[in-house]
């Protein structure tokens, strides 16, 4: 199944949670313009469990009441789901990618969401509910 672009909201990719708490001039117009009109925008378990292991390893620095901050802009939470899980099997190029990409990208296929990313592997791979979030 391809969801179709937008068919049921946005689901943000752990770089663009963290880069619209600690370098939105990174995010492109068109992603700001989403964030700011409040469609339907979820974001995932998987992308709080990203952000914690990168802040625990120093990748990233701590992000301050992350989840409280994306409810208070009135996104959703999206359980991660046993037939998200299921559907990595869709992307099989993605093998050796990050596996929290790979689970945030099945999570959209399975919910029919439109993916907002800047990961370039993501994008090359054509798909067109997958989006540029530095665009």
């Keep these: ?3 179709s672009k937008g068919t049921s909201g946005y689901l943000l990719d752990t770089n663009v949670i963290v ?3 600690i370098s939105p001039e990174k995010l492109g117009k068109n992603t700001k313009r ?3 009109e409040k469609p339907t925008v979820y974001f ?3 992308s ?3 952000i914690e292991i990168k802040v625990l390893t120093g990748k990233i620095p701590q992000l301050r009441n992350v989840i409280d901050d994306l ?3 009135d996104f959703i939470e999206k359980p991660f789901q046993s037939a998200h899980a299921a559907d990595i099997k869709s992307f099989p190029t993605l093998i050796n990618h990050d596996p929290y ?3 945030l990208l099945a999570q959209a296929q399975s919910e029919n969401l439109t993916f907002i ?3 370039r592997v993501l994008l090359k791979l054509g798909l067109p509910w997958v989006i540029d979030a530095s665009e």
């Design 101 to 103: 990409d790979r689970m």
């Design 71 to 73: 409810r208070d802009q």
């Design 48 to 50: 709080i469990t990203e």
């Design 1 to 3: 199944m391809r969801p």
């Design 34 to 36: 989403i964030l700011t």
């Design 44 to 46: 995932s378990p998987i």
């Design 117 to 119: 990313t800047t990961d």
């Design 19 to 21: 880069n619209s708490a």
